[in-house]
């Protein structure tokens, strides 16, 4: 039987290796693009960031099945995005990695959250981002389901276009389909520090 602050733990590497994946392959979505090289670090900082405010929810919803999750959980959850730009813009992130953060689940039809924008009202990095995030989140084993191959998420985010900006989009199938993903998001042995713990107090 886990405790809570194993759980927490596990989320925190798990956490971590997501970000370095996401924000690997945004960043190289983002150069693929052409955006200028510091719009291109904004991305790559947002990536490892986005998810931060997560960890604030983990100690609620820690050792819950998230595919299980009640529908007042499931709005919890949706918090997230907030309560990752709430945590770091106490730091000296620029902007654009700040809104990056805030809207990575803004989705390109308006049926995202938080704030469901819509189109271009979403900031460039975010349109960028989400794609990337929900790749890497489809070819990633989660607890209530194994990885999806390259070719299936791809096949899957093709039945959900509309959410994404198509010029992103077509970058993005782009690096997917050139890129050595394999190597985009092979997991390197990930050091950190438990008392980073401490900022989700
Ligand atoms: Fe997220
Ligand atoms: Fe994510």
């Known amino acids: ?40 670090y904004d991305i790559a900082m947002a990536g490892l960031l986005h998810d931060v405010g997560k960890l604030k929810l983990s ?32 730091y000296d992130f620029s902007y654009l990695t700040l809104e990056t953060v805030l809207y990575h689940h803004e ?35 989660r607890p209530y389901r194994a990885a999806f191959d390259a070719d299936t998420a791809m096949e899957i985010m093709i039945d959900e276009v509309k959410n994404y900006d198509m010029e992103v989009f077509i970058a993005f199938q782009r690096v997917v389909n050139t890129c050595d993903i394999g190597k985009i998001v092979s997991d390197s042995e990930i050091e950190f520090d438990e008392n980073m713990l401490e900022i989700f107090e």
Do not use: W
Not at 70 to 89: F, G
């Open 1 to 40: 039987m886990q405790d809570e602050s194993s759980y927490i733990l596990e989320d925190f590497k798990d956490g971590l290796s997501h970000g370095i994946k996401v924000s690997n392959l945004a960043f190289i979505i983002a150069k693929e693009m052409k955006l200028d090289d510091d719009i291109c």
């Open 59 to 90: 100690k609620y919803l820690y050792g819950r099945n998230k595919e299980g999750l009640t529908v007042e959980e499931m709005k919890y959850m949706r918090t997230h995005s907030k309560l990752s730009y709430d945590i770091i813009q106490h």
């Open 107 to 141: 989705n390109y039809d308006g049926s995202g959250y938080p704030e469901n924008l819509k189109g271009e009202d979403i900031p460039i990095g975010a349109r960028v981002l989400h794609a990337a995030d929900t790749f890497i989140a489809l070819i990633s084993d």
